[in-house]
């Protein structure tokens, strides 16, 4: 059962008017903002600060979660990154939404993103290409018994192993997404 998640997202482009639209997006953003739930969700959907009341099941069906909110969020004109801690699972949603206002700057944007429950079941990576998201996810919650030590702590490697099987799992995702992209060029080709 998810708990709190918390999910890294990152955004790749050759195209630098996609990372200046997420510097306009985030501008005079505060983190008491980020930490607010219906900040990114407004953002997101383009409504006014205090234009929505949170609706549960709308915000669940957009967002992919319960409820989502940023850690941090480091965008410039190269590169941008985001941590949001999620209820229930992954923000699915919010990715999906994140990627569809990008693709109108560049359709070839590809969104990675990792993300581990809280107990570790789950724990998973993906990204989203051209309007397609695909994640693996594996329960590798029998790891905290398996790591803990004689004091109670938990070993490095627990959390080297969480980090190693995140980004196979979102690595493998992104090349199968480009190779789904791939097929289908052939097959629109023939």
Known sequence: MANHVT????????????????VDMFRGSTWED???????????????????????ETYTERM??????????????EYFEMVTTSAWDFCDGAIMR??????????DVLIRFTYEDESLDPVGGGGVFRGEMEHYREDLSYLWEQEQNE???YADDMWEKVGDTKNELMVEACDDLMLMNEEEEDEDEE
């Open 98 to 107: 994140l990627h569809e206002i990008l693709s109108a700057i560049d359709e």
């Open 34 to 56: 980020h930490g607010q739930t219906l900040w990114l969700y407004n953002k997101l959907y383009n409504l006014p600060a205090d234009s929505e009341e949170y609706d549960r």
């Open 151 to 153: 004091d109670g702590d």
């Open 7 to 22: 999910t890294w997202i990152e955004v790749k482009s050759d195209k630098e008017e996609v990372y200046q639209h997420l």
């Open 64 to 77: 992919g979660a319960k409820w989502c909110y940023i850690d941090e969020v480091s965008t410039d004109n």
